[in-house]
């Protein structure tokens, strides 16, 4: 079992960054690939980011691209979302979330682990 604690959420106006933490115990961290989804009211899950087991290779949605950076730290086993220039389509549940065996990393299906959330909101 892992478990999956988020933090760092809260208000911040258009334009304005946070950064979020994902903090794992359990099982060894470091042999797991991580994500970031989050989901908005009405809308389904989706995925934002996610990195290697070993921080070599990260991935992002389109739409934060260049303005979200995915980090992690095997020896404190820590996730981190630094998010920058946030606008109010950011707002939303963010997760985060961890995975084994299963490929890709896109998919929810890909990740066995997750954390109860953190909500966002951007005002305009």
């Known amino acids: 079992q892992v478990q999956l604690v988020e933090s760092g959420g809260g208000l911040v106006q258009a334009g304005g960054s946070l950064r979020l933490s994902c903090a794992a115990s359990g099982r060894t961290f470091s042999n797991y690939k991580l994500g970031w989804f989050r989901q908005a009211p009405g809308k389904e899950r989706e995925f934002v980011a996610a990195?290697?087991?070993?921080?070599?290779?990260?991935y992002y949605t389109d739409s934060v691209k260049g303005r979200f950076t995915i980090s992690r730290d095997n020896a404190k086993n820590t996730l981190a979302l630094q998010m920058n220039s946030l606008q109010p389509e950011d707002t939303a549940v963010y997760y985060c979330?961890?995975?084994?065996?299963?490929?890709?990393?896109?998919?929810?299906?890909?990740?066995?682990?997750w954390g109860q959330g953190t909500q966002v909101t951007v005002s305009s």
């Open positions: 990195i290697s087991w070993n921080g070599a290779i990260t």
């Open positions: 979330a961890g995975g084994r065996y299963s490929s890709g990393v896109t998919s929810q299906r890909a990740y066995d682990y």
